[in-house]
Structure formats: structure tokens, C-alpha cells
């Protein structure tokens, strides 16, 4: 193998990294703001279903595309995906959101006004 095809294939490899990251943080990310919208929905089921799709389809399709038959370049794309999944799951604990506010109900009975 020479030099230039030597210095490609690494490029390529360190490229696949990279878009494997960004794959990753589109997903756990999506997986993050997914898991607060569901929190505060009357269907969580329907959010988480239709997120998983949506993301599984993302990077499924990245992976294909990204890889492009190579399975060194599927190993590095990988490889960024844990990555990703490492960095976002220290965000998260590391800055957690506040606790979202339930809407303000009263469990007081009801004063009757009269005479």
C-alpha cells in the first residue's frame, strides 16, 4: 500500500469518527428531549415510539451511508457513536434540568359562600 492510499484510508476512518459522534449526539440528544416532551405529554407512548423510529432511522441510514461497504469505516462510525453516547450521558448528569412543575391544582374543598 502506498503513502497517499495509506493517508486516505486514515482520513476516511478519522471522518467516519467523527460523523459517527454526530450521529450519536443526534440521537441521545433526540432520546433526551424526547424523554422531557414525553414527561409532560398526555401520550408519552406515541413520543417515545415515534422518536425511536425517527432515530433508529437516522442512524441506520448514516451508518449505510457512512460505512459505504467498509467495515473499518462501520467500526470508526461506531466507535463515534459510543462516544457521543458517553459525552451526552455525562451532560446530562452532569447539568440535569430542574424537575418540571406539575400545573398548579387545589385539593382544598371548595368554600361555600353564603348567608
Do not use: E
Not at 38 to 59: E, I, K, N
Amino acid at each position: 500500500m502506498t503513502g497517499g492510499h495509506r493517508m486516505h484510508d486514515i482520513v476516511l476512518l478519522v471522518l467516519s469518527l467523527v460523523a459517527g459522534c454526530a450521529l450519536g449526539g443526534v440521537f441521545f440528544q433526540g432520546l433526551w428531549w424526547t424523554i422531557r416532551r414525553a414527561v409532560a405529554s398526555r401520550a408519552p407512548a406515541a413520543w417515545f415510539l415515534l422518536s425511536l423510529v425517527l432515530r433508529t432511522l437516522v442512524v441506520v441510514i448514516g451508518f449505510i451511508l457512512i460505512s459505504h461497504g467498509s467495515l473499518r469505516r462501520l467500526v470508526a462510525c461506531l466507535a463515534g457513536f459510543f462516544v457521543a453516547r458517553c459525552v451526552v450521558g455525562w451532560r446530562v448528569h452532569a447539568h440535569p434540568p430542574a424537575p418540571p412543575v406539575p400545573p398548579a391544582t387545589s385539593n382544598a374543598p371548595a368554600m361555600a359562600t353564603g348567608a
